[in-house]
């Protein structure tokens, strides 16, 4: 039976996230993000999930940098799920009386409205349903917890409220994360890349895919941490077929590094 690691505890988006990219899996949590990668890159699991991207909250930065840190990791595949965030309590739990909120930090960002609205203190856990765990082993009701409905039924916490996101429609993308390439990647890739520090390069750099039908889906910048406030530029392409993509790679030149085709 495959292995995959995610971060977090059973029930947690990463998880429900696993089992549909590799279904049947035995899934292993982790506590961090770094740890799952690291996980990963030491063979202890066969593949990770990671996600990258949640349309309220947006990008998650640390992902990337993970992928560029483990130059032997490849994203394999990807999926996006809805992301239906519930407000979860104890028995005796009122929406009115609750004093401080956790969860994640990326899923508290996704409910900045309500938790504005009530004032509530936020404390941040290594995932959705860890949150839920904590709230429901603490049993005080001003404590609630920002997660799943999975995580509710899983270690019994009453929804004291459903949908609590900024927006009705969310959701949040993730990786599969193997030690090799994908066997029969679709046409998507992810690449980091370094341009020079002078006028246009990044615009070279776009044109090189653009010039050759390559579609640019998303664009983060991150500092490269040894040069202050050098960048590094993590793209996402699709369109892509590995001929097109060689050219463009090879005449945008520096420092570059194919983080996965899928
Ligand atoms: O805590 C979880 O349930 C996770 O899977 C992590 C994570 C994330 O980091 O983006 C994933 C999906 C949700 O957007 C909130 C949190």
Redesign the pocket.
């Known amino acids: 039976m495959p292995t995959v690691g ?3 505890h059973p ?7 696993a089992r549909r990219l590799v279904p049947d899996a035995e899934t292993r949590g982790y506590p961090s ?1 770094d740890a799952t990668a690291i996980a990963l890159a030491k063979g202890e699991v066969d593949f990770a999930v ?5 349309a ?2 947006g990008p ?1 930065p640390r992902n990337y940098e993970l992928l560029w840190e483990h130059p032997d990791l490849r994203i394999v595949e990807e999926t996006t ?1 809805p ?1 239906e ?1 519930c407000l979860v309590g104890v028995g005796g739990a009122h929406e009115d009386r609750i004093a401080e909120v956790r ?5 508290l960002e ?1 409910v900045r409205a309500l938790i504005e609205a009530h004032g509530w203190r936020r404390s941040t ?7 839920v765990k904590e709230i429901v082993r603490l049993n005080d009701p001003s404590v609630a917890a920002i ?2 409905a999975l ?1 509710a039924e899983i270690y019994g916490g009453r929804i004291l409220a459903r949908n609590v996101q900024d927006e009705a429609e ?1 959701y ?1 993308r ?1 990786f599969l994360l193997s030690r090799s390439p994908a066997a029969a990647p679709s046409d998507r890739a992810c690449i980091g890349i370094a341009v020079d520090d002078r006028p246009g390069s990044l615009r070279d750099a776009l044109s090189a895919f653009a010039d050759r039908a390559i579609d640019l889906r998303f664009l983060i910048a991150r500092p490269d941490r040894k040069v202050p406030f050098r960048y590094r530029f993590f793209v996402e392409l699709t369109g892509v077929d590995d001929a097109r993509l060689t050219a463009a790679l090879a005449a945008i030149g520096g420092d570059q590094r194919l983080l996965g085709r899928y």
């Open positions: 995610y971060q977090g029930g947690a988006f990463s998880d429900v996230a993000f990671l996600p990258v991207e949640n309220i909250a998650v799920l992301v965030l969860s994640h930090p990326v899923a996704q856990s290594t995932d959705t349903a860890g949150a997660g799943p995580a969310n949040t993730f």
